[in-house]
């Protein structure tokens, strides 16, 4: 998707992919999927800032494999970015059919064997609670948008930066006639989602966690 008033981002744009990384890696440390996932690196004595490096690598590795498909997207003061596709671009697959790649590039690149071994342990404990394909069902092969990551600059909130993100995907949806789909955590994201037409449709929740995850549609206008 080529969309006004948004960048997208290319693979060779690598100084763009760390700055990008580098905001959104610091927003995600407040996803509360992130906080339980990196809570595994508590019995390795990882420190906050440890955790925030590797938060943003999750997404310079995400992005790097993204940019690829024109999976990644950007407001150009970098005040937000978002993962996301249009399902026709990626040929019928979906993210979770580039996020292991993405995965295993940033884990060799970043991680240490311990830290590995923690964190891909606690990522098959949260598999209840971590489900990215469950929109593929309810699309029912027709096209769609799915975000698999929405960040906005923490030093810019409160300055429209989400609503100028989200306007110019939702239009397009609104003109294609298309669902859009996304996954969030805490009750304050749902609620924010809830202002732009998402309603949650599935709760997938795991009694061993705490933190469950909302999956929310957005049905075109």
Not at 84 to 109: K, N, P, Q, V
Not at 130 to 142: I, L, Q, R, T, Y
Not at 151 to 172: I, Q, Y
Request: charged residues 25%; glycine residues 8%; contains cysteine.
């Amino acid at each position: 998707m080529q969309l006004p008033g948004l960048v997208t981002v290319k693979p060779d744009q690598t100084d763009t992919i760390e700055k990008l990384a580098h905001m959104m890696g610091k927003s995600f440390m407040e996803e509360l999927w992130t906080e339980a996932w990196l809570e595994s690196l508590d019995c390795l004595g990882t420190t906050d800032e440890r955790k925030l490096e590797i938060s943003r690598a999750i997404m310079k590795y995400d992005f790097m494999v993204g940019t690829r498909h024109q999976c990644c997207y950007m407001l150009p003061d970098f005040a937000a970015g978002a993962g996301a596709y249009l399902s026709s671009d990626l040929g019928g697959r979906i993210w979770s059919d580039l996020e292991d790649e993405a995965t295993e590039l940033m884990a060799e690149a970043t991680l240490t064997d311990d830290e590995k071994a923690a964190l891909f342990k606690r990522a098959e404990e949260m598999g209840g609670i971590s489900n990215f394909k469950w929109m593929v069902p309810e699309a029912e092969g027709d096209d769609f948008i799915h975000f698999f990551s929405i960040g906005v600059n923490p030093d810019m909130r409160g300055s429209g930066a989400f609503r100028r993100l989200m306007t110019p995907f939702l239009e397009f949806a609104d003109s294609c006639g298309i669902n859009c789909y996304l996954e969030c955590y805490t009750d304050r994201l749902e609620s924010l989602y809830g202002h732009f037409g998402f309603e949650t449709v599935h709760r997938f929740t795991d009694p061993a966690f705490d933190v469950y995850e909302r999956a929310m549609v957005r049905t075109p206008r």
